[in-house]
């Protein structure tokens, strides 16, 4: 069973950036996916991006395409989830999650069997 461990959540005002990370362990798969899902007040959980740690390549949500980056360091089995440009409407919990096959896409939550236990981020407008 793969662990999660997320930081770097916060406050922040509007306009404003967050940087979040999600350590997995003991060992992932080279044919995993990690990724990020939030799920805002009185909202469904919903997927925000995503990474194949086999290549590098990446997934966003619509809502987050060119204000969030998401990163990796395979050697710490770790991805970083860089926020810009932030938004009220993206204050959420934020969960990182993990898949050892079938790729990241679609970007479902059902579809992820682990997940870290959250770190909340608050945009104040």
């Known amino acids: 069973q793969v662990q999660l461990v997320e930081s770097g959540g916060g406050s922040v005002q509007a306009g404003g950036s967050l940087t979040l990370s999600c350590a997995a362990s003991p060992y992932t798969t080279s044919t995993s996916c990690m990724g990020w899902f939030r799920q805002g007040p009185g909202k469904v959980r919903e997927g925000v991006a995503a990474?194949?740690?086999?290549?590098?390549?990446?997934v966003y949500a619509d809502s987050v395409k060119g204000r969030f980056t998401l990163s990796q360091d395979t050697a710490k089995q770790t991805i970083y989830l860089q926020m810009n440009s932030l938004k009220a409407d993206d204050t959420a919990m934020y969960y990182c999650?993990?898949?050892?096959?079938?790729?990241?896409?679609?970007?479902?939550?059902?579809?992820?069997?682990?997940w870290g236990q959250g770190t909340q981020v608050t945009v104040s407008s």
């Open positions: 990474i194949y740690k086999s290549g590098g390549a990446t």
């Open positions: 999650a993990y898949l050892g096959w079938s790729g990241c896409t679609p970007l479902i939550p059902e579809r992820f069997p682990s």
